[in-house]
């Protein structure tokens, strides 16, 4: 895929993960404990990993990115009726976009041995 591609699917990535984070939940069946843990980690590893193909800027700016965004989510979360702010889902955040940065890590790595 091209950057323009990486960039463009971010983009939507990320403003779908902003309906869904900032939108009315309704309380229905929990598939398990900590589904809510698991749905932020897997967001923001997808988030991360686009954002790192497509920007491609030091990890560090992707990782201090992915924790402002994680904590403005919670933080925004625990304004809105229904919804309410969690530490738990802020590390869920921070621990899926490490998770992406060390694929990538581990991805680049095996290239340049090639």
């Not at 990535?13 to 939108?23: D, E, K, N, V």
Request: aromatic share 18%; net charge neutral.
């Amino acid at each position: 895929m091209t950057l323009f591609q990486y960039r463009m699917i971010f983009w939507l990535a990320f403003i779908i993960s902003c309906f869904g984070f900032f939108s009315e939940v309704e309380q229905g069946p929990v598939l398990f404990s900590h589904f809510d843990k698991v749905m932020h980690f897997g967001v923001f590893a997808v988030l991360t990993l686009l954002f790192q193909k497509g920007f491609g800027l030091n990890w560090k700016i992707g990782l201090a990115l992915a924790v402002i965004y994680g904590a403005a989510v919670e933080i925004i979360q625990g304004a809105f009726a229904g919804r309410q702010a969690s530490f738990g889902d802020w590390v869920a955040d921070i621990l899926g976009a490490i998770a992406a940065l060390y694929v990538l890590y581990v991805l680049n790595r095996k290239q340049v041995e090639q």
